[in-house]
Structure formats: structure tokens, C-alpha cells
């Protein structure tokens, strides 16, 4: 069964970098686009960035553009996203996720825990 556990969140001062972690398993990684979503305090689902399967398609949010990286390693089954220059407004739980669409995040498939990210 599809399985992704996120890492790396945590306690950050604003304007601090932290780069969270995805590890898949359970589907075959390399050929599927992977997406991060974040859910803040009070608000909806947002779909934050995705990447295409070989890594050479990305999407941002307009929320994160610039400020944030996504990245896929198909030999690990693990995708990352580099959070920098992070706002109060970033503070959110952050899940990685598999969406059954293109668009980015059109329809969801399944998703992780989530890893909290706290910027104060």
C-alpha cells in the first residue's frame, strides 16, 4: 500500500530555511508526480508545489514562489522541498501527497501524516 512519511518540520524564527523530507514507498516512485499540500491554523488544504515524475516539471504556488524548492531524488523514492526566507503565514502542517490529476493537486490519492513547520 502507498506509504509517505514526511520529515524535517519543526520550530523555525521567521526568516529561517528548513528543508522537509518525503519518503515513498509502496507505488512505483519514479513515474509518479508528487505534490506538497499544507493545511494552516484555521485554513484549507493548500497545494503549495508539485513536480512531475522525472523532476523536470515543477509548480508553485504563488504564496511560495521563489522562497521554496521542490526536488526528487527517484533513486532514494524520496522528495524534498526547501522552505526559505519563511513567513508567520508559512506556519502550517505540511503533507506530501499524490494526486490523481494534472492540474497539480487535482483530485487527491493519498497523503501522509504531515510534518509541522512553526515560524515565529
Known amino acids: 500500500h502507498v506509504q509517505l512519511v514526511e520529515s524535517g518540520g519543526g520550530l523555525v524564527q521567521i526568516g529561517g530555511s528548513l528543508r522537509l523530507s518525503c519518503a515513498a514507498s509502496?507505488?512505483?516512485?519514479?513515474?509518479?508526480?508528487m505534490s506538497w499540500v499544507r493545511q494552516g491554523p484555521g485554513k484549507e488544504l493548500e497545494c503549495v508545489s508539485s513536480?512531475?515524475?522525472?523532476?523536470?516539471?515543477?509548480y508553485y504556488a504563488d504564496s511560495v514562489s521563489v522562497r521554496f524548492t521542490i526536488s526528487r531524488d527517484n533513486d532514494k523514492n524520496t522528495v524534498y522541498l526547501q522552505t526559505n526566507s519563511l513567513k508567520s503565514v508559512d506556519t502550517a502542517l505540511y503533507y506530501c501527497?499524490?494526486?490523481?490529476?494534472?492540474?497539480?493537486?487535482?483530485?487527491?490519492?493519498?497523503r501522509g501524516q504531515g510534518t509541522q513547520v512553526t515560524v515565529s
Open positions: 501527497a499524490v494526486f490523481r490529476k494534472s492540474p497539480p493537486c487535482d483530485e487527491l490519492a493519498s
Open positions: 509502496g507505488f512505483t516512485f519514479s513515474s509518479t508526480a
Open positions: 513536480i512531475s515524475s522525472d523532476g523536470t516539471n515543477t
